[in-house]
């Protein structure tokens, strides 16, 4: 079964942001905007792994 995962567009989204906080060399804000980042991925891939797949 394939299991759905955040929209491509978000995650493009996501991932500009990302690179504009860190492009503009503030260590503070970058690493919060990566931090959040990385939480919500661990979140997800918790969920993919460990939730019956009907769940999502």
């Known amino acids: ?3 759905q ?3 491509p567009t978000s995650v493009w989204e996501e991932h ?3 690179y504009e906080t860190i492009a503009a060399a503030d260590p503070e804000a970058a690493a919060a905007c990566a931090l959040r980042h990385v ?3 661990r979140e997800v891939a918790l969920r993919l792994l460990f939730e019956a ?3 999502y």
Do not use: A, K, N, V
């Open 1 to 3: 079964m394939f299991h």
């Open 5 to 7: 995962i955040d929209d």
């Open 16 to 18: 500009r942001r990302l």
């Open 39 to 41: 939480r919500h991925y």
């Open 53 to 55: 797949p009907d769940t």
